[in-house]
Every structure is written in structure tokens, then in C-alpha cells.
Antibody, heavy 121, light 110 residues
């Protein structure tokens, strides 16, 4: 079935790095724009990054620009988020999400289950 | 402070109707399509409405969406206790070159 499965979360000290992965299955991954969205404990959804279907275009939220890098390997059906210089305020559940094949900037129709990242000393 | 403004909470009795508003600006809601997401406690968000008013397969017609100018509205009729969740609106902001979400609205079915 169509699904996204995140991995790579954990506890990390401030200033360190972590790489999240999102494995896609059940659909043609290379056709879809993909996103990372996070949710701090008890807070709302916060969009972090977008990558085009071929990886050629990327945009970031101001809160992570210059620290986080989104990438993808279409041969492995996998989306990544490299997170550097982590801060306590990056503590959140990180979701990967698939954008619908439709209009530009269409809705997120498939979400992963999320992976928790805790930044603490 | 979210770019899109939603009421923090709404409530209604079972069987009743509720609406959730989402207010933005000309660079986001006024310029692109709006989608709505339901997040049940402890779970990932789920797409409810896309392209302002379309429902994905499997979403009951109790859920509806509309947009006018720089505001959008989610409507839920025939409320059930299972509808208790957080609801988020979202769209692309062309000025920010970023996707933006509302702050979320907690629905309580009394």
C-alpha cells in the first residue's frame, strides 16, 4: 500500500547533527514533490522544507534555512533531511509528506507516522 | 504567530454543525488553493479537503470546504464524537516561497 516511513530520530545534543530518512513505497516516488513538516510537543504543524520531484528545486522555512538540507534519492525511493547545528527549539515530531499530483503547490495527501527528534544536553 | 489565523477552539453538540475559519492574505489564501487536515490525538495529520472544496476518496460528505477572497472555511455537519481532533488549514505563500499552516483549531464535541 501507499506509505511513507520515517526513521533516524532520537536524542541529540545542541549543536550536533542528525539525518532523517523517509522511505516511500506503493507509488512512483520520482513523480511527486515532497515535504518535511514538524510539530513541537503540544504545538501546531510547522512546514520546514520542500523538494521538487527531481531534486532540482528546494525551499526552506526561515527557521531552518542554512542549517537543514532536504534531498532525495529517487533510485532508492527515499527522502532525507540533514539537520545541522541543532537547537532545543528543533525538538519536534518530524513528518514527511507527499504532495498530490495535481496543481502546483497542491495538498499533502500522504503523511508518514513521524519520527521524534529531541535536542537536549 | 502563524501566517494563517484560525480560532484556537470550537465546540458543538453531537449531530450539530460547526465551521472553522482560516484567515490569510493576498499572498497565500488569496493567491492559491487551500487544504484542510485532521489530526486525531497521537496520530499523523490526514488530508480532509484539497483545492478549497474537494474531498479525497473516503472522506465523508459531512466535511466541506469553501474559500472567499483571503479566507477559507471548513464545515462539519452531523458531528460525531470521533470528529474530536485538531484541524489545520494550509496553503502556499508566494511572498515567502513557503507552505504555511494555520495555528490549528481544537474541535470538542460536547
Amino acid at each position: 500500500q501507499v506509505q511513507l516511513v520515517e526513521s533516524g530520530g532520537g536524542v541529540v545534543q545542541p549543536g550536533r547533527s542528525l539525518r532523517l530518512s523517509c522511505a516511500a513505497s506503493g507509488f512512483t516516488f520520482s513523480r511527486h514533490v515532497m515535504h518535511w513538516v514538524r510539530q513541537a510537543p503540544g504545538k501546531g504543524l510547522e512546514w520546514e522544507a520542500i523538494i521538487s520531484h527531481d531534486g532540482g528545486n528546494k525551499y526552506y522555512a526561515d527557521s531552518v534555512k542554512g542549517r537543514f538540507t532536504i534531498s532525495r534519492d529517487n533510485s532508492k525511493n527515499t527522502l532525507y533531511l540533514q539537520m545541522n547545528s541543532l537547537r532545543a527549539e528543533d525538538t519536534a515530531v518530524y513528518y514527511c509528506a507527499r504532495e498530490r499530483l495535481g496543481l502546483p503547490h497542491d495538498a499533502f495527501d500522504i503523511w508518514g507516522q513521524g519520527t521524534m527528534v529531541t535536542v537536549a544536553s | 504567530q502563524s501566517v494563517l489565523t484560525q480560532p484556537p477552539s470550537v465546540s458543538a453538540a453531537p449531530g450539530q454543525k460547526v465551521t472553522i475559519s482560516c484567515s490569510g492574505s493576498s499572498s497565500n489564501i488569496g493567491n492559491d488553493y487551500v487544504s484542510w487536515y485532521q489530526q486525531l490525538p497521537g496520530t499523523a495529520p490526514k488530508l480532509l479537503i484539497y483545492d478549497n472544496n474537494k474531498r479525497p476518496s473516503g472522506i465523508p460528505d459531512r466535511f466541506s470546504g469553501s474559500k472567499s477572497g483571503t479566507s477559507a472555511t471548513l464545515g462539519i455537519t452531523g458531528l460525531q464524537t470521533g470528529d474530536e481532533a485538531d484541524y489545520y488549514c494550509g496553503t502556499w505563500d508566494s511572498s515567502l516561497s513557503a507552505w504555511v499552516f494555520g495555528g490549528g483549531t481544537k474541535l470538542t464535541v460536547l
